[in-house]
């Protein structure tokens, strides 16, 4: 699928994610360089880690077919954040991760868990993954919250240097089946 010249991945309601590209980095640093928004992260990314990120995610499509993709309004275009599935390493394991950011003005509207629903619904669908997570800095209660509406529950926390504490919540391909029926 194309969209505005770019490889659609997933259709919501109200929402588009697509791979993104250098253009999207005006709309990506809005997000990632804002402290509140990374106030859980070990640092507020400025413009060249915002560079890489793309870049790593571009990369991530080529070698693994998936990554964080672009989270656009369906009825504008925007790109209000990221959403997507990446290889992360969860307490020693490199495991399926589902993250996600969205901009301030976008939060506690939904977006992130439509999003994060749909990226498990073809994380699973398309992946012969048995489990997916989320992990986050203990601290970061709307992301685990998020992660808990899209089905998936407390898995385990462990000391880590990044985070201090890291929180993993998870959701067996089992437990989707159930859930989507």
Request: glycine share 6%; proline share 3%.
């Amino acid at each position: 699928m194309q969209e505005y010249g770019k490889t659609v991945i997933i259709y919501t309601e109200r929402l588009y994610m697509r791979e993104m590209n250098p253009d999207d980095y005006d709309a990506l640093y809005a997000v990632l360089a804002d402290s509140d928004i990374m106030q859980h992260y070990p640092y507020t990314f400025d413009e060249e880690r915002v560079k890489n990120w793309i870049k790593r995610n571009m990369n991530r499509y080529l070698k693994d077919g998936f990554g964080l993709w672009a989270v656009c309004l369906k009825d504008t275009g925007e790109m209000i954040g990221d959403c997507g599935l990446t290889l992360q390493n969860i307490n020693g394991e490199m495991l399926p991760e589902i993250g996600y950011h969205i901009r301030k003005d976008h939060q506690r509207m939904g977006y992130a868990k439509e999003a994060a629903g749909a990226v498990r619904d073809w994380a699973f669908r398309n992946t012969d993954y048995p489990m997916l997570y989320s992990y986050c800095k203990y601290t970061n209660e709307p992301s685990y919250r998020t992660a808990e509406s899209i089905g998936m529950h407390f898995e385990c926390e462990y000391p880590d240097e990044a985070n201090g504490i890291t929180h993993v919540s998870s959701i067996s391909r089992e437990e989707w089946i159930k859930l989507i029926r």
